[in-house]
C-alpha cells in the first residue's frame, strides 16, 4: 500500500521526462539539507560558537544587500560559459561553502561564507531554470519548474522536522554534522545534474561561437524597458510571499480576534495547497497566451484574498477563523498560477543568447519584494487598518494588468518568442 502510495504521488509530483526527474529528485536533496541547516544555524551560532544575535541579523542583511544584484552578472557569466556547466559549478561551490559553516568559530568567518552562499544562492534558481528551458524545452518546462518547487517545499518540510528531531540530542556535534551533510547534498545534486547533462547530449555546451546578433548587440535586461516593466510587476505580485509569511501572522495576533494557534495551521495549509496544486496548474500555462491568462486571473484572485483578509479582520472569531480560512486558500492558488506563468512569460520573454542573465533580472523582482515588502505591508499599511485591504487588492490588480501590458509589449518587440513558445525541442546550446 505504502508503495502504491509512493508511486502515486510521484507520477502527480514529479516531471515525465528523465531528466525533468532527476533535476526534481536533486532539488529535493538540495532542499532537505537546506531546510536541515536553515533550521538550526542559527541556535548553533548563538548558542554554541558564541557569535551574538545582532551579528548573526547583520550578516543576513548586508549579505541580502550585497547578494541582491549577484544573478545578473553572474547571469551573464553563465551565458558566457553555458548554463548546465556554470550551474554544476554553482552547486559545488554551494556545497564546499556550506560545509565549511561547520568549521566557522567567530563572526568574520560567519559574515564571508553568509555573503558568498547568499550570493551564489541568489543566482542558482534563475540559473536553473536558464537549464530547465534549454534541457527541457516545450510544454514540458513549466511543468518542469513546477515539479521542482512542489519538490523543494517537500524537501525543506522535511528537513525542518529532521532538524527538530536532532535538536533534541543537544550535541554539537549534531549541528556539525547537519552542516556538513548539507555540503554534501550539494554535491550530490552537482553529480546528477552534470549526468543528466552528459546523458543528454551535451545539450548546454559553452557558446564559443559569436552570437547571432553578436555580444555587443545584446541589450542588457535593465535596458530592455518592457521587460523591467513586466518585472517590477510580477515583483508586486510576489508580494503574496510577504503577506504569508510576514504580514499574516503579525495581523492575527494585532488586529483580529483569532488565536494565535490557527498561525501554523494556514502555513500548514499552504504548503499543502503548493505541492498539491503546483504541478497540476502548470498545465494551464503551456502557451503564451495562456500565461498572461493566468497572471491576470492570480491578481484577481489576490484581490478577492483581500476581501476575505478584512472580513476577517472586523468580525468576531467563528466568522474571523473562516474567513482567513478561505483567504489562505484563494491565496495559494493565486501563488500558484503566478509561479507557473511567470515561469513560462519569463522565459519566452528572454532572449536565448541572453537567457541567463534576463531571468537572473527578472528574480530581481521577487528579491526585491523581500527586501521592501515586510516594511510596506507591515510598518506603513497594516496600522491604516481596514482600509489598507482594499488598497493593497487595487495594488495588485494593477500590478496584474501592468504585468499583461509588458508582457504583450515584450512580444511585439520580439516576434520570434511566440514561435519559440510553440515549439517542443530543447535548445541546442550545451
Known sequence: MTTGLSQRLGRLVLPSSAAGRTLAIGAGIDSLGTGMFFASFALYFVGVVGIGANQVALSATIAGAIALLAPVPLGRLADRLGPGRFYVVLLLLRGLGYGCFAFVSDF????????????????????????????????????????????????????????????????????????????????????????????????????????????ADIRSPFRDRWFMVFTVSNGVLSLYDTVLIVLLPIWVIAHTAVPAALVPVLMAVNTVLTVLLQVYVARFAESVAAAIRLLVISGALMAVCCGFFAIAQAASAGIAIAAILVAVVVLSLAENLQEVAAWELSAELSPEDARARYLGAFSLGFSGQKVVGPTLLVVALMPAGLIAWPVLAGTFGTAALMSRTAARRCLAERPDAVAAANSTQPLEVK
Open 108 to 215: 568574520k568567518g560567519f559574515l564571508v561564507l553568509t555573503v558568498i552562499l547568499t550570493a551564489a544562492d541568489r543566482a542558482s534558481s534563475p540559473i536553473q531554470q536558464a537549464v530547465v528551458t534549454a534541457l527541457i524545452g516545450g510544454r514540458d518546462r513549466t511543468r518542469t519548474m513546477a515539479s521542482i518547487r512542489a519538490v523543494r517545499n517537500i524537501g525543506l518540510t522535511v528537513g525542518f522536522l529532521l532538524a527538530g528531531a536532532a535538536f533534541a540530542a543537544a550535541d554539537p556535534g549534531v549541528f556539525v554534522a547537519i552542516f556538513i551533510g548539507n555540503g554534501l547534498s550539494f554535491i550530490v545534486v552537482a553529480v546528477l545534474v552534470r549526468r543528466v547533462l552528459s546523458t543528454s547530449g551535451e545539450k548546454l555546451q559553452r557558446n564559443e561561437t559569436p552570437a547571432p546578433r553578436g555580444s
